[in-house]
Nanobody, 115 residues
């Protein structure tokens, strides 16, 4: 089992930057892929970015060039650096972790448009 705790959400305006963190309860060396999804009310959850244990990444087209995903296995933490934020980026962001065939999810952190 893995418990994941997201942090870093908050109020943003267009053009702002924000850093999200996802702390895992076990060594992330034992975790495979990790990533971030987001979900707006009434919409399906969509993949934002993912990173393998070895550091390979992939991004949704809508965030390429603006978001950067990273992980620090020594700190059991994954990050999402978001820049040049747009109103359509304001969602609840969920991190996930894959361990073997199982997926574990955090509780979500809200990114809200303050304009």
């Amino acid at each position: 089992q893995v418990q994941l705790v997201e942090s870093g959400g908050g109020l943003v305006q267009a053009g702002d930057s924000l850093n999200l963190s996802c702390a895992a309860s076990r060594s992330s060396f034992s975790i495979g892929a990790m990533g971030w999804y987001r979900q707006a009310p009434g919409k399906q959850r969509e993949l934002v970015a993912a990173i393998t244990r070895g550091g390979s990444t992939n991004y949704a087209d809508s965030v390429k060039g603006r978001f950067t995903i990273s992980r620090d296995n020594a700190k059991n933490t994954m990050y999402l650096r978001m820049s040049s934020l747009k109103p359509e980026d304001t969602d609840v962001y969920y991190c996930y972790a894959q361990v073997l065939l199982n997926y574990y999810w955090g509780q979500g952190t809200q990114v809200t448009d303050s304009s």
